[in-house]
Antibody
Framework: EVQLQESGPGLVKPSQSLSLTCSVT????????WGWIRKFPGNKMEWIGH???????SYNPSLKSRISITRDTSKNQFFLQLNSVTTEDTATYYC????????????WGQGVMVTVSS | DVVMTQTPVSLPVSLGGQASISCRSS???????????LHWYLQKPGQSPQLLIY???NRFSGVPDRFSGSGSGTDFTLKISRVEPEDLGDYYC?????????FGAGTKLELK
């Protein structure tokens, strides 16, 4: 069974960087696509970006200057780094598998709530 | 960006009744390959989103046939018949035809 688990700090100070890890079990990240999505207080959802089976990335242009998605295939993990955070980056962050050409996200982590506050 | 206008914001229903949620996109979701990448999710309280319908009308594995999706171009609908308690929560549409992918604002299905 495919399982994803996010981990990372729950509190980040403004102007600092947010770093999250998604650990995947039951499936290799060298297949399919692996993405990050966030849900803001108030329930708006936003696609952040994803990394492909080959390591290529796609990012939301609204965040492109601040984000980086990378991976460690030896650990079957992928990562999100979001730089220069503000209070507007406060959200629950989810990692998810994007299924090949169908482009839907089928398996999701349970989410990690990140608060940006001094 | 493609704007997904999802209505209603809140939808009170009775158990056993029917619910209908609309999602309209600011541009056609038909991809150049002919496919339409419009999907529906349910997020129950305290859980992560779960895929219900993919590519407009295909039920994901394990999804009851009470859920059905329809539509084309810019206008899409999710219908839930014979609503059960486990159907309550927040519903979202997602388009993944165009980058960046965008979600509807959500519809809260709640008991009347």
């Amino acid at each position: 069974e495919v399982q994803l688990q996010e981990s990372g700090p729950g509190l980040v100070k403004p102007s600092q960087s947010l770093s999250l890890t998604c650990s995947v079990t039951g499936y290799s990240i060298t297949s399919n696509y692996w993405g990050w999505i966030r849900k803001f207080p108030g329930n708006k959802m936003e696609w952040i970006g994803h990394i492909s089976y080959s390591g290529s990335t796609s990012y939301n242009p609204s965040l492109k200057s601040r984000i980086s998605i990378t991976r460690d295939t030896s650990k079957n993990q992928f990562f999100l780094q979001l730089n220069s955070v503000t209070t507007e980056d406060t959200a629950t962050y989810y990692c998810a598998r994007r299924y090949y050409g169908y482009t839907y996200f089928d398996y999701w982590g349970q989410g990690v709530m990140v608060t940006v506050s001094s | 960006d493609v704007v997904m206008t999802q209505t209603p914001v809140s939808l009170p229903v009775s158990l056993g009744g029917q619910a209908s949620i609309s999602c309209r996109s600011s541009q056609s979701l038909v991809h150049s390959n002919g496919n339409t990448y419009l999907h529906w999710y349910l997020q129950k309280p305290g859980q992560s989103p779960q895929l219900l319908i993919y590519r407009v009308s295909n039920r994901f594995s394990g999804v009851p046939d009470r859920f059905s999706g329809s539509g084309s171009g810019t206008d899409f609908t999710l219908k839930i018949s014979r609503v059960e308690p486990e159907d309550l929560g927040d519903y979202y549409c997602l388009q993944s035809t165009h980058f960046p992918y965008t979600f509807g604002a959500g519809t809260k299905l709640e008991l009347k």
